[in-house]
């Protein structure tokens, strides 16, 4: 009995050991990168400001860009119900019921219903012009960080390597390694960082322009059928 309590607590003390050393050795990670991240100098203030603003954005544009493709597939038919039953106003109190582009851009058609068909087009597509405006909202700035992020950490990778032969120079003769390194890790540094933001950027500016346009399809899906079922009452 007393050997397996020994084995027992020989057993939890290996793994209490084991644990801490992973978090030691995690700690230890963590350390590296700041100590590296510092060594890249001020130039990567801008460069980790970006990287913020871009996973601001992303994740900001991609929930509302996913709210937005939400449709209720029944919505049309529940319209072209009310419509051919002449409940226009039920058929405004359901689009206005539902948060997403295609319900609001249906809603201004069926507030033009009795007007020309031309009229009925043109302010639904004004009102979808302005539906796309506000779910592209960012991505410009999105774009903008994929290309400038690698272009500042190319700034700071010059800066660097102009302190090294600086540092160099005015070191004449007594050349050392160490005296070198702060320049090539800043050069190092920054063109790493700012490479690694620019592509996270760019492929996450991607994926929403790619959201995007799926929405935008099922908009102009939804509102030609909504023209095309206008003029079924007057058959």
């Known amino acids: 009995m007393l050997d397996y309590i020994l084995l027992q607590v020989a057993t939890q003390a290996g793994e209490g050991a084991e644990a801490l050393a992973d978090s030691v050795q995690q700690e230890a990670i963590v350390t590296k990168f700041f100590d590296l991240a510092l060594k890249g100098g001020w130039i990567m203030i801008p460069i980790i400001l970006l990287s913020l603003i871009a996973v601001f954005i992303f994740f900001d544009r991609f929930f509302a860009v996913k709210k937005a493709g939400k449709v209720d597939k029944s919505l049309l038919e529940r319209v072209k119900d009310y419509i051919l039953e ?18 609001r851009m249906i809603e201004k058609g069926i ?23 506000k779910l592209e909202k960012g991505l410009p700035v999105l774009a903008s960080v994929a ?80 023209l095309d079922l206008l003029n079924e009452p007057a058959k």
Request: hydrophobic fraction near 50%.
């Open 147 to 226: 290309g400038g992020a690698p272009m500042i950490g190319f700034l700071g990778t010059v800066m660097g390597m102009i302190q090294a032969f600086y540092d160099m120079a005015n070191a004449g003769n007594n050349i050392d390694v160490t005296l070198l390194s702060s320049g090539i890790y800043q050069a190092m540094v920054t063109t790493v960082a700012g490479l690694i933001v620019g592509i996270i950027a760019y492929f996450a500016y991607n994926i929403l322009v790619s959201n995007v346009e799926k929405v935008i399809f099922k908009m102009e899906a939804a509102t030609s059928e909504f």
């Open 86 to 103: 002449g409940k226009v106003d039920a058929a405004l109190a359901l689009t206005r019921s539902q948060d997403n582009p295609t319900a």
């Open 111 to 133: 507030t033009r219903i009795g007007r020309p068909m031309s009229d009925v087009n043109a302010a639904i597509e004004i009102v979808g012009n302005l539906e796309i405006s």
